[in-house]
């Protein structure tokens, strides 16, 4: 049924008049921005590499707070949004879109690829690969969303490598996680006790290391290390943050798309949450302030 609910989505008439439309627009410039969206603000941690590593580029980061969190919505509904999303920044004429959310990748980036198929689309997916490559014990947790575990993509990915690596793969959703990042409770005791519950019956089956399959995770990742020692002993944790930002790079480098330019790029913001919460993630989190705007208007509420 998701499957067919996502061919509907596609072939809607509305959505494939104003994909249409905004294909025509898309541009070969260099100096045209990059979006970066999220269903919150856990993409924040994967446009902080995109920023360090392409520090010229004009970014616009989206964040669908206001619809948060994915990991709990039906994937026809996760499609939806994103589709809907890339439609917003596809009006300012971005070359490239990051998928900056596990369950968003895992849901949607076949159904953005095949509607806009000239644009480049770079996304996220748990790094149970460089996992394997790290691990001592052969026993390697993974962090994630509901959403992301049940995904077709995911479990093909954690068959392939397991098969070809031999690496035990102890899998385990991490239901409120995430919220408590939005909330901004990176460090409260709700949020340590979350986070124990859901490391130490990892670690105490020989896990060494840990895949964070949530963007938000990487933001917490000090008590998920602490939990993990208080458990059994110290892991390894595996982020994809940083190999997504250098995918983004071989792919505009690739195409000619990189901008030129000795000073930092521009940064916008929006959301369909609250402005305020996001420029508090931006500068909570990334030391950064900026005024985000909010587009609600748009894209509507959940």
């Known amino acids: 049924m998701a499957g067919a609910n996502r061919s509907d989505h596609r072939q809607d008439p509305g959505q494939a008049w104003l994909r249409k439309l905004t294909e025509k627009a898309l541009p070969l410039s260099a100096d045209a921005p990059i979006g970066i969206f999220d269903s919150g603000i856990g993409g924040l941690s994967v446009l902080r590499h995109v920023r360090a590593l392409l520090p010229a580029e004009e970014l616009l980061y ?37 998928v900056a959310c596990n369950t968003a990748t895992a849901a949607a980036i076949a159904a953005l690829r095949a509607a806009y198929p000239n644009l480049q689309v770079v996304g996220v997916e748990p790094g149970l690969k460089p996992a394997a490559a790290l691990t001592r014990t052969g026993v390697v947790g993974v962090l994630a969303t509901s959403a992301t575990l049940v995904s077709d993509k995911f479990q093909n990915l954690q068959q392939q490598v397991s098969e070809s690596t031999g690496t035990r793969f102890l899998m385990q959703a991490c239901n409120g996680l995430a919220d408590q990042v939005e909330k901004g409770e990176l460090n409260s005791r709700e949020t340590a006790l979350l986070v124990e519950r859901y490391v130490a019956p990892i670690v105490r089956q020989q896990a060494d290391t840990l895949v964070l399959g949530c963007t938000h995770y990487p933001f917490v990742q ?42 930092p790029g521009p940064l916008s913001a929006y959301t369909t949450g609250s402005r305020t919460g996001l420029s508090s993630a931006f500068r909570q989190l990334l030391g950064l302030e900026v005024s985000a705007e909010e587009v609600a208007a748009v894209l509507g509420k959940a």
């Open 62 to 98: 989206f964040a669908d707070s206001g619809f948060a969190p994915y990991g709990e919505k039906p994937e026809a509904v996760i499609v939806e949004r994103v589709l809907a999303i890339a439609v917003f920044l596809l009006r300012f004429k971005v070359k490239a879109i990051v």
């Open 222 to 263: 000090q008590l998920i290390g602490k939990a993990a020692a208080v458990a059994g002993h110290e892991v390894t944790l595996v982020d994809t943050g940083e190999p997504v930002a250098r995918q983004l790079l071989r792919l505009l480098s690739q195409q000619g798309l990189l901008r030129n330019g000795s000073t």
